[in-house]
């Protein structure tokens, strides 16, 4: 292969065969157009022939499986999304999408990576996906969408006054008490 031994195989019934599987060991193929020849020297009247051929190897294939850590979640609620990549011994980034917005991005560890978000928007369903990178031997891919329902927390208000009963002609405070408390907007009195 491009100028280096892989190794000999005895002629059987007019046939001799090699594999080679494992792209970690010296004779293994690498990725790309691979000049391979065979040669034989020639054995009991059979004269010396050499053939060639080339062999294409391709990046092996991969999968992406997404999964949520609260589907329904509610506004602010912090989620877990974990993406994993078969096969596991992969290398590479995986970038977390809402739709066409990055998320984030996270690193690789033993094939699979997390990412954790508190902001999609409430009253929606958002279409996540995460997308592998890919790495030198391994082709990259998309996972399929998680549908995230992010609902809308439910609030409550409680009144209260400064002072009860009060004086005619006396100022009295109205306080409301929004809960949750990281609610935000305006309250009418």
């Known amino acids: 292969k491009n100028g280096q031994s892989l190794g000999s195989a ?24 691979n000049s ?8 009991n009247g059979y004269g010396n022939w050499t053939a060639s051929t080339t062999q294409t190897v391709t990046t092996a294939p991969s999968t992406v499986t997404l999964t949520s850590s609260a589907n329904p979640s509610a506004a602010g609620q912090s989620i877990t999304l974990t993406a994993a990549v078969s096969p596991s011994q992969v290398n590479g980034s995986m970038q977390f999408l809402d739709g066409s917005t990055v998320l984030g991005t996270v690193q690789l560890a033993f094939g699979a990576a997390s990412f954790t978000t508190s902001t999609l928007t ?19 891919s998309t996972s399929a969408a998680v549908m995230q329902t992010v609902n809308k927390v439910t609030s409550t208000v409680a009144l209260g006054s400064s002072l009860n009963p009060a004086p005619y002609g006396q100022g009295v405070t109205f306080t409301a008490t929004v809960t949750p408390t990281l609610a935000t907007g305006t309250v009418q009195f």
């Open 10 to 33: 005895y002629v059987n019934n007019g046939t001799a065969s090699i594999t080679l599987s494992d792209p970690l060991l010296p004779w293994g193929l690498s990725i790309g157009v």
């Open 36 to 43: 391979l020849t065979a040669a034989f020297g020639g054995y």
């Open 122 to 140: 409430a009253g929606t369903v958002h279409s996540l996906t995460a997308v592998y990178s890919g790495d030198p031997t391994t082709a990259g």
